[in-house]
Structure formats: C-alpha cells, structure tokens
C-alpha cells in the first residue's frame, strides 16, 4: 500500500541527507546568534575585472544590509545578517581598490566552501541574477548562492536585496519557489482551481488581480500581476519577491496547498514556515520573533594568501619491502618539484614512534637556488627500521600542526598523511585526533600506502577523520611481486597525491589531466591509444610515460593530431630517471583541438606495465569556456550502513563550463571493492551512469549541471569510486576523469528486496486536442528499486479533493498500462465522462514484492461539457456506451508506439450513438431468436426420439477446451458419456461461452495478452468493471495476505451482486499519437466516471501488450466464485448512486436476455 504524502516526510527527510564534502565542499560554519547570521562568506571570483572593484564593493554592501532588512521582516524579526567575510580576488589591493578600507589575509575561506559567489560570467539560465544551487531535499541546505558580478553594478539595490533574501532562505533551510515557471508542464504558470477557474500559480494571503491577454492553459501565459492591482498582497517573499509589498512568508494559514508550485511537490504540500520552524534556527524558541532589532551588518574583507600544507610521512619498517619506500620517495619528489604551485607554503615530517621534521615550512621557489629541490629530496634514502606496530599518528599530527604554526595560524593549513596497514586508528587515539583537527581548523587529507589486507575492513577511523574535516582518503593497494613491485603502486601514488592537490590549489592552478591509462607488458608490442583535447585546453600539454625501467619504453613514440598529422617525438623526448618519467611537451600552436592517437613502443615485462598521462592548462583565450568537474556524496563521514535503507547512498557530480551548467554529458561512475575474491582474483568494478533529469531520486532539478544516482548493492567492504565524464562544449568533446574518496560500508544488507519504487514527480494531463473528451496522461517510469530497473504495476487515483489523495483517500482507476523500464516516457489515453468538473489524480508503482512508491505529483483534469449535438448529457441510468482508452508508451529514445481504434470498436460506437438504428437491430434480432427457438425445440424432441432407439455417446471437455486423450477420458475403467441435452441447459452454455472469451490477467507483464479477437469485438472494454472509494486507512497499500486487504466497497457506491460480480478483463496494446506539448499532468483512483475500451494495433506499430492489474475484486476476499459473465463499460461517476437501484441490474439482465435469443 502506498504511504501519503504526510506518511513518507520522514523517510524522504531520511533519504535525502545532507550533501557534505568528498573533495570540494566544506561544510558551511554560518550559524544564527541572538537573530544574526554570523560567519557568512561570500566569494568573489578571481577574474573579476580588477577596474570594476569598488563598484562591486559598494553594491554588494547595499544588497547585503537590502537583503538583511527584508528577512527580518520575512521572518517575523527572528533573522537578518550580522558579519559577513567577504573573499576578494588576490588581485584586488586597497590601493587599487579604495573601498577596502581594511584587507586581510584569508584563513578558512575560499571559493568553494563560500556560501554566496559573485562570478564573473552569467549563468544560462538565471543571468547575472541570484539563484542557489540545490541538489538535496526539503528541509535540507544548499550548496551554494551565485550571481553574477554585474548585478551589483546596477541602481536596483532594494529589489536585488529581496532576490538575495529569498535565495537565502532556499540556501539555509532547504525550501523552494511557490510561484509557476513559465514553459514548466509540472509547475505552469496557471493551474486549475477547485472552481475550475484559471488561478495564477503562486502563494498568496489574497486573491490576485492579473491582466494577462494571454491564454492561461498556454505554459507560456505567465500572469501580469501589478502592485496597485493588489495593495492587499503580503505573502508570499518566496512567490513575489521583486513586489514591495510581499513582505511575509506563507504559514499553514496562508499557505495555498492546491497550487503545483516546487514547494509544494519536494516538501509535501508544507508551507514555507512549517519547514522553517522545524530548523535548528528556530527549535524551543531559539531567535524568537521580534526578540531583538535589526543588527547592523559588519564587513570584513580578506584576500587568498598562498596554501600551506606539510606532507607527514610514516617511516617505519613496513615501508622497507620491495620498492615501496623507493616508490614513496620518487613520489614526493616529483610532487613537490613539478606538481604543487608555485609561492606554496610547504613542510615535510616522518613519523614512526616519535616524529621528526625533515624540513620546516618553506615557500616553494624555482632556479638554482630554490627550495623546490630541497624538500622534495628531502625524505631519507632508507626508511626506518622501527616495527610499524608502534607507530605515532598522534606524535605526526601534532608535530606538523607546530610546523604549520611556524608559518603563521594553522587555520586554513593542510595536512597530507600518507600511511600504512589500513591507518587503523583505536578510539582513544581517534577521539584526541579529532580534537586535534577540530580546534586546529585545518583539514586532514590521507592516503593509505600501501593497502596489504587481502580482505579490508571498513571503519579504520582514518577515512572518517579526513571526511569530518573536509578532507578525504585515497588507497594504493600493495601489489608486491616477488622482491618488486609493480609499476601501478607508483602511478597509483602520483595519482593520489595528484588529486589530492586538486581539492587543496584553486582551480586552473593545477593542470588538467585529460588521458590517464594503463598498457600491460609482456606483449611486445605496439600500445595504442587516443585522448581528447577540448579548445579550452592547449598550454603547457605534457604526454607523459611512467615506467618501472626505462628499457621498457622503446624508442617508438609516435602521435598524431586530429588532422591526421603524425608527429615523431624522438627529438622531443625528455627522460627522467629520478621519478622513472618520460615526457613529450607540445608547443601551444601544436595542439588542435578534437581527438589525438598516440602508439607506444611497450617493452615492459609480464608483470609490469606502461602507464600513459596527458595533462595540459587552460588557455587565456576567453572565447573558449573552461570545463569543471566536481563530485561528492552526501556521506559527510564517507561511510554507510546498509542496515539502514534509509541513509541511501547518493553521488552526484557538478559539470560545468565557466559556471555554466552542460547538459547531455555521460557521466559514469566506476565503483571497485577493495581487496580480492575468494578464489585470490581481484574485484571487478561496476559502474552506474549518473543522471541530470530532475525527477528528485536523487536529482532534484534538470539541466543545472548536476548529475546524481543512488547507488545499490553495496556490501560490508571498502570501496573505491572513480567519475567518467563525456560530454560537448562549443560544438567540441571533451573528456575528464575525477577520482573519488574512499567509501566505508559497514552493517548487513536485508536478505529481501526492501526498496521502493522512486516517486513519479512529472506526472502531466492534457485534453487531446480535436476530441470531446479524450485526455492524455505521461510521466517517466520508475524502476522497481528506486530507478533501477522496471516496476510490477501502477496504482492510479482519483478524487475531487486534493487533500483525500494526499491523506490516502480516492477512487482508484484501472486499465492503466503495466510499468516500462525505467526511465522511459509512459503514455497513456482515456474517455473523461465528468464534465466541468476538476477532478485530481495521483500515480505511484509497485514493485514485485509489495514496496510501494511515494505519490506522485497531484494534477488536475477538466474537460468542459460537449456540444449538444455531439454527445447526449450523461444520463443516471449510465448507459453502456463504449468509450475509448487508449495507451501508448515511448521508449527513452522519443519513439512513440500508437494505437488505433479498429472498425469493429468503431462501428460499436457508431451503433450506441444511432438509436433508430438499434432499435431496428434488436427487432431483428428478437424475431430471428423466436424462429431459432421454435426449430430448437423440434430438434430436442427429434434428438429425444432417437436416443430411445440408439445409444448416442457424448465426450464433452472440461471448461470448453479441446477433447482429451483417450486415457485421459477415462474414469474407474469407463468412458463418462454425457448427454448434451440432458447435461446444458442454455444459460449454461451462455456462461460457458463467455467464460471461454474472458481474458485472464498477468498484472506487470508485458506480455501479450489473452484476449482473444473475437472478445474484443464483443466486449471491447479494457479497465475494470467495479471502482470503489475508500477510507484512507483503505489506501492500496500491499501487505502480505492481499485477499485481506482489498478495499471494500464504500457507502453509496453499487456493490457487485454474488451473481453478478464482474472481474476485469485484459488491456490490449493502446496508444494515441500527440506531441509532447500537449501532455500534461495527472494523478488518480478507480471511478464509474472514467470509461475505458481496449484497441488493436496496427501490425506494424504494435508493441508488446500492456497488462492490467486487477481491481477490487469482491470474489477474492469472500472466497467465492462468481459466475463469469461479460464485462460492464467502466465509468468514472463521482456522484453517488443508489444502492438499492435497479437500474444497472435491468441493464445487464436485458443484455444477457438479448444474447440469449440470439
């Protein structure tokens, strides 16, 4: 049974944790104080134009102290802002920039833990405006605001104030917009009210006043809603916050619960305060309302100053087998010499039973006389010979914070500890490491070098330390052979350290690597390979070889660019014995843009290998837009447990071209088990292609850049996850690859399948155009764990009360198609009897084992009443006429499948509308049914005669089917010989008749159904004949036992009589062809008002057969067995009907009477 609306808030609060830092996002240390905000940063990005900085100072001070002012009103005097850090470009000097008074130097804040960004380029979508990046759920932060630079420069300081205003309260307690958007099927800018009039959608405390010329069905009608039009408007900030006078937010008093905005579908109908209240803001009367007055807001301004980090190394004697420690110290220096940037800050300490600094804090400068040398040869030849048993980490970590303090403050520092054996932590050596690191302020990054458990546990305690400080955990598996080790611990190393870098350097300080892969030995032959180099991209381009020696590398290195010019690199070559690379380094005007193929000379032995790197820079051409790819998971710790199917694991990855989302990217996610199998194999990865489709499992906007999944079955392990991104930028591909932090997964998955369905939230209705009252319904499929996969059924609703359907309540509708793929579109076509009437519908899944889905999006269905001379007015006595329900379903690739209506459905119809017509045919009919009864009985009495002079043997089949074998008729030695006309009286041939063209049903196949030809053109109908309302304890949720818990029929509503209970009947393939933007939403429950009618397929066009899924069924609950008999049209009536009438009764018993003569 599927949970409402009200039922599911916990678990999707659950679901949806909180999206903290893997490697690019710290969490945000603003906290609310006696009714301030203190704390808040605000980032300006590095090229901001240098001669625009007072400008931007003073608008920004405007907007800020506008925004404070209109959330003190909006929350009552409960909150405004009272410092702000505001982070300028390093470029920027109070004597180029008078405006800033007082500069300092940075400590914690930087670009991307920064709460609010002022960029320099406009985003596609909102321009330079204010908008917030939100890639979790209701009640649930932000990742960061952006606006762009020139907003600031603009004399509209009070409205950009109301924008920042409201954006704040999205960004810090995780709501949403209530007003439509323009072009949005699930949010237009009008909706439908209970009265059927056309309402603006927005929150409102009072009626609104519009001037649109416009149509208001069109998704393109954006209402024009003026200030002097509406004096009384107050709420809501969230809907209208450009207009003066919506000053307040809406509260459950105000709040509008009918209209489709996105606060209403992410936070189920709750208001803006409901969610606000329940913060840690507001808890036991925290900030109370109009407790103090609005605080003036304080400035200070801060500028980068260069990152300092100390490298702290473990040297004991597990860092003496093979080449481990040759590895670690080739590492280190090829780090330090060619990868940090330039003007770090750097220090190194080794650690085993006590620390030692090897070399003190030291900004890294190039030349003869530099210090880059120095400390990256600084490490000993040979490691210590201490056991590792009785290594330090607390002595390390201690000994480098006095490093970082010799540099100034250890805020904003950064320690890389790289270590062995798991870096197992016990917990009172974890707990005073964490305390270390919390009032340091600094951020722990880890590498564990080398991982030598076969099996690895989970929770070693040191992933975990470098996640809660926004750092993160890299693993280099050991992968000793013999007295060596094999190339890929060292690449494996450099590639830890490399990322690691990238989440400590501000972006385009390190170089991008675009090509990055492994070419086994042994072979003696030729490895080939291709990268792709976007236009952005072209300095500094470095392809470069690792090998274990260098007789590996033959002397044949050939490339060739896009154009097909092949580029000998033996004079280009460039060797370096000392961290065992060879490089070729490509001039600028060399590198074209498009996909360049290299080809290797590979010498290496079996057990070794090539590995092969390209990296290169940005160009400073501005016309090219520079790609950025970052990834996290919402795991601030970097541990799960799959105990608690609540805490999912998500990962979701931001594609961006200068702050510009990219859509249609490929973004994979490779996730490998640490450690080997069973039978001494490595793990083989898996890999989960992440999806930016808005559809809020977990993806909660389409289109902005941010590709998220949730990931499934994982088990009690470590893992190690790896980002693959494809994608276009400029009419030009690009490639790039982003290494994740280590994963911890702890606890012991359910042994059933316990995962739901994911939510339909694109639910659309729309009346086809050029009919009377067909109306077409789509949405996404969901899968049946979560998006993965197919779903067993669908359960559709229907009620005229919102509310009912949120609560649980409805009728329920049937006929609907069975569940495609996930993420297909699904379509589906149904006659809409109700007129001028709005009525709301709901959807959700069901998968194989009973988990149901959370509702979907409520929509609305209006048709208006036909013309007269089209179709009668309904009538109370409901009169069978055929209607038609049509499917169709279009595969993720836009290809619809139709349905069409064959000659016999029609020429039905045709004979229900023409009553002279029918009439005349049931004259006929009764005379040929008298003539065939007369020469019946004759024939009976001639049979009659003869058997009392022959013995007539009879052998009848049981259920109509085909005679069966000899052996088969046989019973005690004896045939059974039956006398037909003794044995079938004529109404039980008719049952007989009718049970043997009752389709049988198989909810949630696709399978082709059973119906056979000539039932359809009887019957013609595909929904169920009985549709019931229920109490909202009665909602379809599936508990084991089904039988018990079918809803019953409600009061006022026609119970099926024991004699003539109706079972459904089989959906055939159904389908109607219209464009996609007449689709709308929808939502539903099983009603006599809605009419149904199966439909055959073109040969051609036809796809497998949607199957229907059984209704309330009166036989099932009870035990009995009905008789079969043809089933009913199914209405959707809403009115009630007498229970005590007779009219559907004489409908049928005239029915059966007509077939009977017949």
Known sequence: MALSIGQYCVLVAAVLTTVCPWNITAMTRVSLRDNGYEGVVVAIEEDTPVAYCNEVIVGLEEIIRSASSSLFLATRGRANFRSIQVLVPSAWTVSLCPALTDLKLATTEDWATADM????????????????????????????????????????????????????????????????SPGSPVHPPHYRAPDASWTPNACANTRLNTHTDCDPSSLTCSPFIRQEDNLGLKSSVMAFPEMPSAEELCDEGSHNHDAPTRQNLICSGKSIWEIMRASTDFQNNRNVEGGLMESEVVFTYVRPQAKRLV????????????????????AIQKTVTYDIPDGYNVGLVVFNSIATIKYQMTTLTDGPSGTREKVGFSLPRNPSEEDQHRRCIICGLKEALQVLRHGGPTAGGHIILITGDSGTFGDAERIEAQQLIGDSQITLHSIVYPLTDKFPRPGSGLAYLAARSGGHTYIVPDEGYGSLSRLGMYYNLLDGLYHTLTNIAPRATLPVKIHSKEHPGGLQQMSQGSFMVDPALGIDTVFAIFYYDVTHVGDQVHLESPQGQVIDTVNMQKEYHNINMITVRLEEAQVTPGLWKYKVKNLADSHQALYVQVTSRPRSNPNYLGVSVRGWSNHPDAQINTTDISQLFALYAEVTADNRPIEGANVTATITKLGQMENGTQNQPFSVQLLDNGLTSPDMLKADGVYSRYVTGLVFAKYIITLFVKGDIQGHKFERNLRLGVLDVVGVPTSHDALPPSRIVDLRSSPLPDTVNQVAFSWTAPGGDLDFGKADRYVVMASKNQRELLEGGGALLEGWPAPLEAPAMQQHTMTWLQYDQVHYLVIYAVDEEGNTGIISNVISVYVSSPPPSTTASPSSSLSPVVSVNMSASKEANGTPVLAELDTSQLAVILGCIVGVIIVMILIICYCIAVNRRHRKNAEVKKVQEIQDTYSVSVTVSPKGGEFPDTKDGIKDGRKEYVNPAESWSASQLLSNHNANNRGSMSAGSDETSDHSDLTKKIYGVSSGQNDFYVDNNQYQYHIPGFPDHCPPPSEGYPTPSESYTVTPTESYPEGYPFPPEVRSYMSSQPSDSFLSVSCDLPSTHAPPAYSVYPSYNASVCSGKVPPPIPPKPYLYDSQHLDPQSSTLSSIYEKRIRNVTMV
């Open 117 to 180: 960004r002022v960029t320099h380029g406009r985003n596609s979508v909102h321009g330079y405006r204010p908008w917030t990046l939100q890639t979790q759920g209701c009640s649930k932060p932000g990742n960061y605001i952006s606006m762009g630079y020139e907003l600031l420069l603009e004399n509209t300081t009070e409205t950009a104030g109301r924008l920042v205003g409201a954006e704040w309260l999205k960004y810090r307690y995780g709501v949403f917009s209530e007003v439509g």
């Open 311 to 330: 490298l702290l190394i473990e040297n004991t004697n597990a860092m003496n087998v093979q080449k481990r420690w040759n590895f670690l110290r080739k």
